[in-house]
């Protein structure tokens, strides 16, 4: 997994648990 991957997911699952 490369450090932009990981930010990506990071931000993805964030804007998922704001939306929750």
Not at 2 to 16: C, I, N, P, V, Y
Request: glycine fraction near 4%; aromatic fraction near 4%; charge should be positive.
């Amino acid at each position: 997994m490369t450090l932009r991957e990981a930010t990506f997911r990071r931000q993805s699952r964030g804007m998922s648990d704001a939306m929750q």
